[in-house]
């Protein structure tokens, strides 16, 4: 089961954070060599508007590849099976680091573009499958730790892009086209690893009718001795369904049996992207010159928050499954709420005494590891837990649909919120929290060593009424 989740992770959600974080680095070297480019292509220097549109387009076509990927990953993953849509998945992260690699040599960034695009693409369907089947291969007393996997390595990816983007590695001039180009390593490493691990169980026996390939994959997964458990669980959800087929996204809307279940995942995936998490890396650099570090220095100093995602990541996969869901997520919406407080107060007063900096520094750290335990990792865990197998490849397509649709749009409109309000910005973020925190509190039943079925009567009562 733990190998089967670095299997899995390896090549799904490491690398949307890898990729998320290593564009950072090459910044400056992507601008000239769109710079050269265009010299050498129209005998003209490329006008500073038209750059800073090249570069947002290089940047933010991540996003839309990412929405794509989201739509179609439910579809693959029904149609080729959990295990199988990730195998596919790796060719298209293959094809955009050939792409990218190879745009610098060309002088092509055009195929810069695509390469992210395609790369996002990969993203989103990682995003989406990758949590469908470690949700679906873990018993109940360890689903939760289990899909912390997503998040795990999700924040380790962001770490290792921060790591390998430094300029005495491949940050450096020379080697941004190689950065741009190694997310094909984690795509080669699924590749040769997955294909030893057997497909997800229920999908095998409730999709596919296969009792024979279910039980092999039971026993592979859990031992001779213990699998029997796991399959009388899968024998009730597939008697329960009695031959329902997956659903396609739109039905779940028109399906009342669903309704509080999917308001849920709207309400948490948007609460997630909307938490301030953004605006915390954009004040980053800002609070620690204000700090006194040196501008060299900021990078490294910039790691220490992907391993503050990283440690959060590992110690709500070793809490989940024994505080529970609600306690985390409201815990940690919380102390995001606290922190916005604490942060828009020292940065009112960042000049008033030399001291105040500090307070500020320890708040970015203290959000994100308030982030990492609650929001970070949760969202996805309990939208594998609270839909059955027939709703829930849509209802990542519909999730993942949000999310990255919520990821754009804050790209899109938060340096006019940050300039406009300034550190007040995160009065509006710290609402946001207390507000999810909020319906969490009253809507979400904890779902803790509970069966799937079991939380489906859960939510029985509040999309029917309580004394259905």
């Not at 203290?366 to 837990?385: D, K, R, Y």
């Not at 990821?407 to 973020?429: A, D, S």
């Amino acid at each position: 089961l733990l190998l089967s989740v670095c299997a899995v992770g390896i090549g799904g959600t490491f690398q949307y954070g890898y990729n998320v974080s290593i564009i950072n680095a090459p910044t400056q070297h992507i601008h000239s060599f769109l710079n050269e480019t265009w010299t050498s292509r129209y005998q003209k220097k490329l006008n500073l508007d038209l750059l800073t549109f090249l570069w947002s387009v290089i940047a933010s076509i991540f996003s839309l590849g990412g929405l794509c990927g989201a739509l179609v990953g439910g579809s693959m993953a029904i149609r080729l099976g959990r295990k199988g849509a990730l195998l596919v998945n790796n060719i298209i992260a293959i094809l955009a680091s050939i792409l990218m690699g190879i745009s610098f040599p060309t002088g092509m960034f055009e195929l810069l573009i695509i390469g992210r695009f395609l790369v996002g693409i990969n993203s989103g369907i990682g995003l989406c499958v990758q949590p469908l089947y470690l949700g679906e291969v873990a018993p109940k007393h360890l689903r939760g730790g289990m899909a912390m996997g997503s998040s795990i390595f999700l924040t380790g990816g962001i770490l290792t892009g921060q790591i390998i983007g430094l300029r005495e590695l491949l940050g450096g001039e020379a080697y941004w086209p190689l950065l741009l180009s190694s997310s094909c390593f984690p795509a080669f490493a699924q590749l040769a690893f997955l294909p030893w691990f057997p497909e997800s169980p229920r999908y095998l026996l409730i999709d596919r009718g296969d009792e024979l390939s279910c039980v092999r994959a039971l026993k592979r997964f859990h031992g001779s001795l213990h699998y029997q458990v796991e399959m009388e669980d899968i024998q009730r959800e597939c008697f329960a369904l009695s031959g329902e087929k997956a659903k396609k996204p739109w039905q779940l809307f028109t399906d009342r049996g669903v309704r509080w279940q999917l308001i849920t995942v709207i309400v948490m995936t948007m609460g997630q992207q909307l938490s301030g998490i953004n605006a915390i890396y954009f004040y980053a650099t800002y609070i620690f010159k204000q700090a006194g570090i040196s501008a060299e220095k900021i990078p490294y100093v910039t790691l220490g928050t992907g391993a503050c995602e990283c440690i959060t990541a590992l110690t709500c996969g070793l809490l989940i499954d024994h505080v529970g869901r609600r306690f985390l997520i409201i815990g940690g919406y919380l102390l995001m709420t606290l922190w916005s407080i604490v942060l828009t107060f020292s940065l009112t007063y960042q000049e008033l005494h030399s001291w105040v900096p500090y307070v500020s520094m320890t708040c970015i750290f203290a959000f994100i590891l308030s982030f990492g335990l609650g929001p970070g990792g949760i969202t996805n865990t309990l939208t594998a837990e609270i839909f059955i197998q027939s709703s829930r490849p849509a209802a990542y397509m519909i999730g993942g649909t949000i999310s990255w649709i919520s990821f754009f749009t804050v790209g899109m409109l938060f340096p006019f919120i940050v300039n406009g309000l300034k550190q007040y910005c995160f009065l509006v973020f710290l609402v946001e929290c207390a507000l999810v925190a909020a319906f969490i509190f009253v809507v979400i039943p904890e779902t803790k060593n509970k069966s799937f079925l079991e939380i489906k009567k859960e939510f029985h009562r509040l999309n029917f009424g309580r004394n259905v």
